[in-house]
């Protein structure tokens, strides 16, 4: 989320976040283009909903619909029901919202326009999907928006805001676009230091957070076309700490995106789960470390939800932050480059860094990556390094065929005409009249177009491998719904379950780190799991001599593994529907890597510092071992592959 307001307003906003994480005033548009340039392809609602058909899920880097075929998301952000006070001053004065737009915490526009024809301007720009913001606040919101907050669409006077919201997913959805829930704040407060709205656990714990979103997922299960939950906005600093990416503590963004991923996930199993990474950490002056990590973390601890088909990844990019630039002008402002700073060749390497890499395959990480949020201020004040930015950035999207949404797309003009917010794609006056980027005078419509009609790939998408990785580091790593719905299988020691799809095929030596694939996935028979705490099944001979082993039973192969510090203990084992062989081969990992050639997420590291061992594509892992003697310490040193045909 951006700001725009005027120069005396974002000094408030400043002083107002102790110039600590303060949010910076984007620099005005270019000048106006003489017209607008050729408007995108647009598609009737009808034409739309035609288009595709719901859920959707993922295939490798790509979102696909439920027929298999590729679903680029072509999205704006609809702000609103995130609320627009801006924290300070009379909340009932629209001079102390953002860009003095006072949404009564419902999207913007419904005083001024009705939703249909809202909609029909959401088709002329060309987008398939809505980001859809909200505030934890409004679940929770029983009084009824003002009569004025919605004069142009009479059928919602005396509802809630979350009624409201109600009818306008069912509006969109009904005129075929997809919905992705974004929860965006906590409190109804615009944005983006100091706010109380920094973590998901700023304001309300973090079960308060995942009741909330289970709440919505049950609320909109039976509409297909609600296809997503952006699970949290720009997560970052408070005043006094840090959210982090993997220590298992409640500042853990990684940990909490899968607690709340994986029971949404429970309660509503058709909906992509939607993780941005962190957003700011540190303190920005330039003597103190600080930065913006986004998803670089994912390189090295990736997330595993029970329904592997079902995660994205997203991003935030605009021109006035940068890497290490919070955005602020004047206090809380350093001197690092933001992105409009940077060389062509210097923006594609750092936005590639930051978000992109997601999208190789064969990786433990591969995911799609949504870009989230983006913009850039239209009509108004020449701005020649944001415009450059936007024209460069935008190149990146459309080389790297990627998805995205821009931020936002509902604006107002004021009584002379002039956009409030000249960031919005379209801006309504009080009486209606629309002001877009698709009518004349918006410099931003020829590259809007060129991003928008850019080529792409489309139709089927053929099914590919899956690696996922399972961390044991803290606590129990359960993502096999199978086994969650079991008694503990290994009680007392910390264990990992791959997804029901999936397999166990790699393990870090000493980090308790695991490695799943669906690659050449037997079938599974439904019952028969078994726990291996002994040598008991190890009868076709001794594949690792004067050293203790689990080895599953004939017919069945290692699904999740159970340790007690970082020292074997037990290994799962499940049954496969048909006869595998029993030939195999010792993979030695006790003095370095041993992970195949090719495939098996072989140019990622899933257990960083750690010697890692990994069955082939090919093959199942049947045992695991290791031994106390010579200080090993009972941590895994070898594992029995064998083929899986």
């Known amino acids: 989320m951006r700001t725009a307001r005027s120069a005396p307003r974002a000094l408030r906003a400043l002083l107002a976040t102790a110039a600590l994480l303060a949010v910076a005033v984007p620099g005005a548009g270019a000048a106006p283009a003489p017209a607008a340039a050729s408007a995108p392809t647009v598609l009737t609602g009808e034409r739309l909903a035609a288009s595709w058909t719901a859920p959707l899920s993922t295939r490798g880097r790509y979102v696909v619909d439920a027929d298999g075929d590729r679903f680029k998301l072509k999205s704006g952000n609809w702000a609103g029901a995130q609320g627009t006070w801006e924290g300070s001053g ?92 974004n929860n965006h704040t906590t409190s ?24 909330d979103w289970v709440f919505l997922a049950q609320r909109y299960r039976n509409n297909k076309r609600v296809v997503g939950a952006d699970l949290r906005n720009e997560v970052r600093r408070d005043t006094w700490n840090d959210s982090n990416w993997g220590w298992g503590d409640d500042h853990d963004l990684n940990k909490a995106l899968e607690e709340a991923g994986n029971e949404i996930l429970r309660a ?25 990590p986004t998803l670089t973390p994912v390189a090295t601890l990736s997330n595993t939800l029970i329904r592997s088909g079902k995660l994205v990844y997203a991003a935030h990019f605009y021109a006035y932050t940068g890497p290490n630039h919070t955005g602020a002008t004047g206090m809380g402002e350093t001197h690092d ?10 923006l594609v390497k750092v936005v590639d860094d930051q978000a992109l890499f997601v999208t190789r395959s064969g990786q433990h990480f591969t995911a799609p990556v949504w870009i989230s949020e983006f913009g850039a201020a239209g009509r108004g004040e020449p701005n020649a390094k944001e415009r450059d930015w ?22 107002w003009t004021d009584a002379k005409g002039t956009p409030q917010d000249n960031w919005a794609m379209v801006n309504y006056s009080a009486d209606g009249t629309r002001l877009g980027v ?61 997804p029901d799809t999936q397999r166990l095929v790699g393990l870090g030596r000493g980090d308790s780190r695991g490695l799943c694939t669906d690659a050449g996935q037997p079938a599974k028979s439904a019952a028969g799991w078994t726990t291996v705490t002994d040598e008991r099944y190890v009868t076709n001979g001794d ?23 970082n020292a074997m203990a037990a290994l799962l084992c499940a049954p496969a529907a048909a006869t595998l062989p029993a030939t195999g081969r010792t993979v030695w990992f006790d003095r370095g890597d041993n992970r195949p050639a090719t495939g098996g997420s072989n140019a990622s590291d899933w257990a960083p510092g750690f010697y890692k061992g990994q069955c082939a594509d090919g093959e199942y892992l049947a045992g695991v071992a290791f031994t106390w003697k010579w200080q090993h310490g009972g941590v895994p040193d070898a594992l029995l592959c064998r083929p899986l045909a």
């Not at 992509?272 to 957003?279: F, K, Q, R, T």
């Not at 950490?281 to 930065?291: A, E, K, R, S, W």
């Not at 480059?337 to 210097?346: A, G, K, M, V």
């Open 90 to 181: 009379d909340v009932a004065d629209p001079a102390n919202h953002q860009a003095d737009q006072k949404s009564y915490n419902i999207p913007l526009g419904l005083d001024r326009k009705p939703v249909g024809q809202i909609l029909a301007d959401f088709h002329a720009l060309g987008l398939n999907s809505v980001r859809l913001p909200f505030a934890n606040a409004l679940v929770h919101d029983t009084a009824t928006v003002p009569d004025a907050a919605v004069a142009a669409n009479p059928q919602l006077k005396g509802k809630t805001p979350l009624q409201v919201l109600d009818a306008v997913i069912q509006e969109l959805t009904d005129d075929g676009f997809a919905v992705i829930l």
């Open 188 to 211: 109804y407060r615009f944005c983006c230091g100091l706010d109380g709205n920094e973590r998901w656990n700023s304001g309300q714990s973090t079960r308060q957070w995942i009741d």
């Open 268 to 292: 509503a199993p058709d909906l992509l789960i939607v993780m941005e990474g962190i957003n700011w950490q540190g303190i920005p002056t330039d003597l103190t470390p600080h930065g913006r």
């Open 337 to 346: 480059p933001r992105y409009q700073d940077l060389t062509p060749e210097e």
């Open 390 to 411: 936007f024209r460069r950035f935008t190149d990146i999207l459309v080389t790297n065929d990627s998805d995205f949404a821009v931020w936002p797309v509902v604006g």
């Open 438 to 498: 698709m009518d004349p005078g918006d410099w931003r419509a020829t590259d809007w177009t060129k991003l928008v009609d850019a080529p792409a790939t489309t139709g089927r998408i053929a099914p590919a491998p899956r690696w996922n990785m399972l961390n044991l580091d803290y606590a129990d790593y359960d993502v096999s719904l199978t086994m969650l719905a079991k008694p503990d299988w290994s009680p007392g020691n910390r264990k990992g379950n791959c």
């Open 543 to 565: 594949w690792a001599s004067g050293y203790n082993k689990l080895e599953c039973p004939r017919d069945t192969f290692a699904v999740g593994y159970g340790v007690r510090g």
